[in-house]
């Protein structure tokens, strides 16, 4: 079959990768993908949100399947645009409709949502410009650190953890008053924080039946030792440790059960990924937050661990049999480290001359933020390349891909040292 996989980050480079070895797929294209997809199929310049320019290509080159690596075109609905298309309507997606994209989308949706299947979570209340002053009353009781969670999506920039009554006030008022994040804080979500140790759950569902993948941590702050401002994920590590059988269980019975049956209940027809961030509470597990996509960096540490056929496994989900597929996990220990450009995740560096690609050989280089110069390979975004490794043991794979990392140069790289230690 011919696949499109539409996204450009490292994300999208590991699901290029994996897409490519199977002998299901005669044909990928990525649109737009980046510098390093071309070893793994066709780049095509459109962009994942460019629906008319993604109908065409489709058409043109008899695409049978969509994968959607971001959740952007999946919140504004290019799920629901290929079923309302008479030429498009049996290709088949995946990744949600815009309705049950909400689960990220919307915080207040995804909270409601929790609320009525009585999925664990942090106590919170929803407020918008309107309610401002029963918010101040809210943070006036609600006990500290709070946390304060812009309704929409915000670039992974939504989130704020405010230590002080003031800064909570401060910060609501900025969002619902002064649209700190535009339209996404018209309605702010305030919850209660939890204190644990936060790892990444995933599932892929057909709407009725799911599998879980293999579930990582993501290393979130800029700096070592978990510091500084919070990124887009500065690393991985597959398996985690502390996600043992016992968590894992009650992972599955108090959360994935009722998420998969919650959306069958409320005739969400739901067909892609469901990314659970979890915070294990001494060993309860409370959700954190949905989302409607694999994640990134997790994806770089979750498809090496994939042994079976990811193409099959899509197809499961198109056609609704995912429990007639085979899904083996390999128990080998996957390890990502991310190459930032200089500055992010601020203000960044680009059209930095990338090298010493070549000189990786034990790890996979996924491309995340490149792009093609002439003979060049350059820096175009924050995330500049994600190094992934698979080793015997978690020693070995953390060894092994900061080695690796270092290998790879371009001016102003950052990345950190200390991925995966903690967990040693
Ligand atoms: P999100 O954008 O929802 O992924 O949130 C960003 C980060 O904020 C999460 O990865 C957590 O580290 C943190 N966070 C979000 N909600 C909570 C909470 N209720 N308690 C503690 N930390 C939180
Ligand atoms: N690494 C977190 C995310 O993809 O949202």
Known sequence: MNILLLGSGGRESAFAWKIAQSPKCSK??????????????????IKATDFEGVKAFVLENDINLVLVGPEEPLVKGIHDFFLADEQLKNVPVIGPQAEGAQLEGSKDFSKAFMQRH?????????????????????????????????DGLAAGKGVLICTTLEEAQLELTEMLTHAKFGDASSKVVIEQFLQGIELSVFVMTDGKNYKILPEAKDYKRIGEGDTGLN??????????????????????????IPTVEGLQKE????????FIGLMNCEGEPYVIEYNCRMGDPE??????RIESDFVDLLIGVAEGNLNEKELKISDKVAA??????????????????????ENVHESKVFHAGTSIDGDNVITSGGRVIAVSTLQDNIFNALQQVTADASRIYFDGMYFRRDIGFDLL
């Open 28 to 45: 990928l294209f990525i649109a737009p993908g980046n510098a390093g997809t071309p070893q793994y199929g066709t780049n095509v310049d």
């Open 118 to 150: 009585n999925i664990p979570a942090a106590a919170s209340k929803t407020f918008t410009r309107d309610t401002l002053q029963e918010g101040f009353q809210y943070l006036a009781t609600a006990g500290l650190p709070i946390v304060l969670k812009a």
């Open 231 to 256: 990124t887009g994920g500065m690393g991985s590590v597959s398996p985690v440790p502390f996600a043992d059988d016992a968590f894992m269980q009650k992972v599955e019975e108090r959360v994935i």
């Open 267 to 274: 005739n969400i027809d739901y067909k892609g990924f469901i």
């Open 299 to 304: 994806t770089e540490s979750v498809m090496p």
């Open 336 to 357: 990502t480290v991310m190459i930032v450009s200089g500055g992010y995740p601020g203000d960044y560096l680009k059209n930095k001359v990338i090298t010493g690609t």
